[in-house]
């Protein structure tokens, strides 16, 4: 069994790449299941339901997401509603939406996703790994298939994370940095691992915004607005290579799609 996994899509371009190249993308590699990271993917900050939709026409068969989510609030009743989009599993009890689910491919396996967000850097939430933890329980009763999206700043968390869940999972997939890291790797026990998967949009720029905004901000400190780019558009991700019976990871590659 291949997943894919889709780094952070930033604005327009992120989601003309997706919906250019994801469906030939996945035919080309033998996709079974592709989870996206949406959460930047609405003028770079937020998601709406039309433009979920249209992540989903291209090909994505769930949506992750992170702090961010919340910046479209148009978007809070559809995370009630579908059950293919995830928002971060521990933010407090009365928030939108779902922080996991179970989807089926066409091959009929079932494949459960979490998404969590770090605390460390971040706004105050519910311990990720105590709530993850009992999340992976409830799910393992139904497969043994977990993907888990940790958004998160700081790069010790993550790492921390994929050891806690090494063996419990099949993966822990970093999101949120937007700058894809070279530490792909299968933990002793079998769980795929990478602090950050990467940015799907421009990539000439300063993780999705104009250089020449950002570059003015850290010179001068003032105030200054942070504009989408356009150029260099990428598709950055990670496919994981699964065995469908154990749960367990056999391999996890890098993937730098250019448009």
């Not at 479209?72 to 928002?87: A, G, H, M, P, Q």
């Not at 009992?134 to 958004?151: A, C, F, M, N, Y």
């Not at 990467?198 to 901000?217: A, C, F, L, N």
Request: aromatic residues 6%; charged residues 30%.
């Amino acid at each position: 069994m291949r997943v894919l996994f889709v780094g952070d899509v930033v604005g327009r371009a992120g989601r003309d790449i997706i919906k250019g190249r994801l469906e030939l993308f996945k035919n080309r590699e033998k996709i079974d299941i592709a989870i996206v990271n949406a959460e930047n993917a609405a003028g770079g900050s937020g998601l709406t339901p039309r433009i979920a939709n249209e992540l989903f026409s291209a090909g994505a068969d769930v949506l992750t997401s992170g702090d961010h989510i919340w910046r479209k609030r148009e978007i809070y009743e559809f995370l009630d509603t579908n059950d293919k989009i995830v928002r971060p599993l521990n933010y407090p009890e009365g928030a939108p939406g779902k922080g996991a689910v179970i989807v089926e491919t066409g091959g009929g396996e079932k494949v459960g996703i979490i998404n969590i967000i770090g605390r460390v850097f971040m706004d105050a939430v519910e311990c990720p790994f105590r709530s993850v933890k009992k999340e992976v329980e409830t799910l393992r009763e139904i497969t043994p298939i977990i993907i888990v999206d940790i958004h998160a700043e700081a790069t010790s968390e993550k790492v921390a994370m994929g050891w806690y869940l090494d063996g419990e999972v099949t993966a822990v997939i970093g999101t949120h940095t937007h700058i894809q890291t070279a530490d792909e790797k299968i933990l002793p026990e079998g769980t795929a691992y990478i602090t950050d998967c990467g940015m799907t949009g421009p990539y000439d720029s300063v993780i999705g915004r104009k250089k020449e905004k950002i570059i003015e901000r850290y010179l001068t400190q003032l105030p200054t607005t942070f504009d989408l780019a356009e150029g260099g558009i990428e598709m950055h991700g990670v496919i994981v290579e699964v065995d469908g019976k154990t749960g367990k990871a056999r391999g996890i590659k890098r993937v730098q799609e250019k448009m």
